[in-house]
């Protein structure tokens, strides 16, 4: 059963107008988790007992977080029927629902004019401690040195197969089922709004067209590592991980107290955190 009640004091709370802006994009089909995301939105698949946005607008509006604008598409009507207004969770939500499937970068240019000089962008499927908030302001703070920040994840991606080192026809090494270790972006970014000036108007962009496209205009584009939880809930084995996480440590997501030290755990240092300028 999926809980709909309000993190006790946040409903209600006034929306300060200069408090930070986070857009989040919850328009994808989830093909991964077919057949479950058929008739129902990924961003409501539940943890638990909430949905993974739900948690997600809970972490932003404890970190501050007053706006939030939901960039929909498949089955909008049941992420708009929801959260509504966003009122019982302390924050203001508005909805930008697309005429046809943009990607992942291709939402935000339909939504410049509402957004404020730097804002927070972030898939609606994610289950992570980064601290949102800090991660802006780091982002703002270094600013106009950079127009986006990407905040990425260590991973380590197994082949299915032994991988053979061939030289002339000879085998030289044998390795089976190796694992290959990867920097991946956890679908978290930090914008400067004029990085939009690169997306174009009404056709498909993704955000690795975006991070092209800058670096092909010799842009600064800085990704930020983060080693704590980071899990993709469009994935299977991520998901079923969430749930036995949300299963052996449901403290870890207790909302109830108004100690944000008592919610998902947030790191100390993401306010100055290890940097890799990223380039061609």
């Not at 948690?55 to 007053?66: E, K, P, T």
């Not at 730097?118 to 992570?128: A, E, K, P, T």
């Not at 955000?207 to 584009?221: E, G, K, S, T, Y």
């Amino acid at each position: 059963m999926i809980r709909r009640d309000t993190a006790a004091g946040w409903g209600g709370r006034p929306v300060h107008s200069d408090a930070p802006v986070a857009v989040v994009l919850a328009g994808g089909k989830g093909r991964r988790l077919l057949p479950f995301t058929t008739s129902f939105p990924k961003p409501l698949m539940p943890v638990g007992d909430r949905p993974i946005l739900e948690i997600l607008v809970l972490q932003l509006a404890r970190q501050g977080f007053g706006r939030l604008v939901f960039a929909v598409g498949h089955l909008a009507e049941l992420i708009e029927a929801y959260f509504g207004d966003g009122s019982r969770w302390g924050v203001k939500i508005e909805y930008h629902r697309e005429g046809q499937p943009l990607g992942t970068a291709g939402p935000l240019k339909g939504l410049v004019g509402r957004l404020p000089d730097h804002f927070l962008v972030i898939n609606g499927d994610v289950l992570c401690d980064l601290n949102y908030a800090a991660f802006l302001e780091h982002h703002r703070l270094n600013c106009p040195g950079r127009l986006l920040t990407i905040s990425t994840h260590q991973r380590l991606l197994r082949s299915e197969y032994g991988v053979l080192s061939v030289a002339d026809g000879l085998v030289g090494e044998y390795e089976e089922k190796p694992s290959y270790p990867l920097c991946v972006s956890e679908g978290i970014y930090a914008f400067s709004r004029h990085a939009v000036d690169w997306i174009p108007d009404g056709i498909r962009f993704d955000f690795p067209d975006l991070v092209v496209a800058l670096l092909a205009a010799r842009q600064p584009v800085v990704a930020v590592d983060h080693d704590g939880l980071w899990l993709d809930i469009g994935r299977p084995e991520d998901y079923e991980q969430a749930q036995q996480l949300m299963a052996d440590h449901p403290e870890r997501f207790t909302f109830e107290t108004s100690s944000i030290a008592n919610c998902l755990q947030m790191p100390s240092d993401v306010a100055s955190p290890n940097e890799v300028g990223v380039s061609k």
